[in-house]
């Protein structure tokens, strides 16, 4: 009971986007358990965790670092379940920079969701894709599994997961050079008291400094300015192309 309740409390506090108290908690948790392989699953939980909130942090390469370590030694996942979770956190952190890693995994992602019904899963696995696509300038594509997404979580009743295919949109539009048409986001994420940190790759496409501000002084990030210049080099990355004069 000890162990869920350390990860319910880490979970809140990620979610509610105080980043330092979620860290703080896991990394205590995980040292007093960390030797006690019975522990596994209650290990497995903390470093998924760990790597939720470096991942809301953008801090993507200690994300994936965490992800990793959660297979067990000889880097196998000790049932699908896991196997799931993890392949879908992958996709997640890696369709930002480096969606050749998504297109490598997310075929049997989605084969191994299907077989469990996961819907969650498999629309993350979705919009993953899509922002993967947005860097190949596959738009088409893109647009298709942002959809896709959409439906799923509709499908499975899971409302609050629109955000991450509405910012995938975002991101698309941003890529296409159309407006940002931010609307559906900003009105969802206005419905629900977490994931409000999730402003921030908005108010930065918008050059909106006050917003930016505003949002570094409301969360406990772990170090703000990482945070933001990560999603500038993202940003950079699929920045749309200036016609020529």
Known sequence: ????????????????GNFIKAENALYQFFEGIKKFREQSNSIFQCQRHQGHLYR????????????L?????????????????????????????????????CRHALILSKRLKDLKSQAKIYYSMAIA????????????YIHKSLYLDEKDGYSL??????????????????PLNTTNFEQLLSQFDVYGFLQLP?????????????????????DFQKTVKAYKKFFSIIKPVQPQN
């Open 1 to 16: 009971y000890y162990a869920q309740t350390v990860i319910f409390y880490a979970d809140y506090q990620t979610i509610k």
């Open 56 to 67: 809301f942090n953008f801090f993507l390469y200690k994300a994936n670092r965490k992800y």
């Open 69 to 105: 370590a959660t297979r067990n030694q000889q880097k196998k996942f000790d049932n699908f379940i896991e196997e799931i979770y993890i392949l879908t956190n992958l996709c997640e952190t890696n369709c930002y920079f480096h969606p050749e890693v998504v297109c490598g995994i």
């Open 133 to 144: 696509c947005i860097h190949r300038k596959k738009y088409k594509r893109a647009k298709k």
């Open 161 to 178: 997961g629109h955000l991450f295919p509405l910012l995938a949109e975002i991101y698309l539009n941003y890529a296409l050079n159309h």
């Open 202 to 222: 908005v108010a930065i496409l918008q050059n909106n400094n006050n917003t930016v501000s505003e949002i570094h002084s409301k969360y406990e990030w772990l």
